[in-house]
């Protein structure tokens, strides 16, 4: 038997799938969403930049505020500190105006108290001079007495002697002469100086003294030599008994000062009111 041939059956070919409408419209649609999202998120990208840069500048603006504020109030710190300093200065420029008007009263009166100062100090100086205080110098003479060696016929050993009246004697013809000080074997012989005799020896301030005697005067020497050579005068009778006397005229002598305490126990100074009667 002959085989039949197969006939196979041409399989009907697939008809070309078509795109719904449809869906090209939404793959545009897609399309346009994806270019708006990219113009969105660029849009995006370029708002965060400005608004990083506005944060940015915001606080730039902030911080400058700041530290102009900061600044300002420095400012205002620095005027206030320099009120106050000139506020300091003047009233340091006050006291020290004070202070140099207080120097200048003070210089004025120290002016006049210096000059009063001298006027008491020169009252000072010629008091203690006058009292035989302070030593002194100046031109005079020097008279020395010795006791009779010889004693002649009549005479007592009393005779022979020189006594304190002696000496009294010749301190006041030289005072009367003008003796500024006088002493006695270099013993001041003051107000208050007492000469007197004990035993055989003279006592002149409390010091004991024995011949020869060395009276010493500072005054016009000139003068003070002729009252001590006067004809019948305490020398010259003197010099008839037989005592041996020199007399000595120097330009300079040196008389020290009194050694001794002057007190006052009774005695006041009486002041006297400005003005009033003597």
Not at 24 to 48: D, F, H, P, T, W
Not at 226 to 239: E, F, H, P, R, T
Request: charged share 25%.
């Amino acid at each position: 038997m002959q085989r039949r041939k197969r006939t196979q059956k041409k399989k009907p070919s697939r008809p070309k799938q078509q795109i719904p409408l449809l869906t090209l419209r939404s793959e545009k649609r897609c399309n346009a969403m994806m270019k708006n999202n990219k113009v969105q998120l660029s849009v995006g990208i370029v708002i965060l930049i400005l608004a990083f840069l506005i944060t940015i500048q915001f606080k730039s603006v902030t911080v400058n505020n700041e530290q102009r504020s900061k600044q300002n109030l420095r400012v205002d710190e620095l005027l206030g500190e320099l009120k106050k300093e000139r506020e300091q200065n003047e009233d340091l420029q006050k006291q020290l105006d004070a202070l140099t008007n207080d120097i200048a009263q003070y210089r004025t009166d120290a002016e006049q108290e210096t000059d009063y100062s001298k006027f008491l100090s020169e009252q000072l100086r010629r008091a203690e001079l006058m009292a035989g205080f302070v030593d002194v110098e100046g031109p005079g003479i020097s008279i020395q007495l010795s006791d009779i060696g010889n004693r002649s016929p009549g005479l007592s050993a009393s005779d022979t002697l020189i006594h304190d009246e002696d000496i009294r004697r010749i301190i006041n013809e030289l005072c009367a002469a003008g003796a500024e000080a006088i002493s006695v074997n270099d013993s001041r012989i003051i107000s208050t100086s007492a000469v007197r005799c004990v035993g055989p020896t003279i006592l002149v301030n409390d010091t004991k003294m024995a011949p020869p005697y060395v009276i010493k005067a500072i005054g016009k020497s000139n003068q003070l030599e002729a009252a001590m050579n006067l004809n019948g005068g305490v020398i010259d009778n003197m010099k008839v008994w037989g005592f041996s006397i020199s007399i000595t005229k120097h330009k300079k002598l040196t008389i020290p000062k009194y050694n001794g305490t002057v007190n006052f126990s009774s005695a006041t100074a009486i002041e006297t009111v400005k003005g009033a009667k003597q």
